[in-house]
């Protein structure tokens, strides 16, 4: 993942809390509320995007497009951590890896068509990754909440 070394100036992230709130909010709204012209709205996005400092994608509702089993992932490794979270990070199942501290070394949610195809991830694909000591499997009940709109603090 691609990291922006420079700070973000006031004008860019008015910019990214415009995009999070409607991320297809018309480059020439944005630049009325910021006080930018369009063309330098296009301008600064096209570079927050490229420098990675932000994404626009469409944010669907997992069980409305056939995916009905959710889970997060707790990973004790063994060995080098990244290698581990590298196979993950290849998985289409999994959306989200991060390596942190504490209880387990690498957390990951998996989203899945049902029950069996989380069975089959986890067991003939997770557990022959080399290095993975332990999983333990947090499947979600209900979504309580989801949020994208953090803002820039």
Known sequence: MRRNT???DEASKLIIEQLQEDGRRPYAAIGKA?????????????KLVQSGVMQIVA??????????RQAMLGLKVSG?????????????????VVV????????????????????????NRIRTVEGVRD????????LHKQSYQWGTR
């Open 6 to 8: 420079e700070p973000l």
């Open 34 to 46: 910021v006080g930018l012209s369009e063309a330098a709205v296009r301008q600064r996005v096209a």
């Open 59 to 68: 944010v669907t509702d997992p069980m409305q497009v056939g995916l009905f």
């Open 80 to 96: 080098p951590i990244e290698p581990v979270a590298d196979a993950l990070a290849a998985m289409p199942e999994i959306d989200y």
């Open 100 to 123: 942190c501290a504490g209880r387990f070394d690498i957390l990951c949610e998996a989203v899945c068509e049902d029950d069996a195809d989380l069975l089959d991830l986890m067991s």
């Open 135 to 142: 999983v333990e499997t947090m499947p979600y009940l209900r």
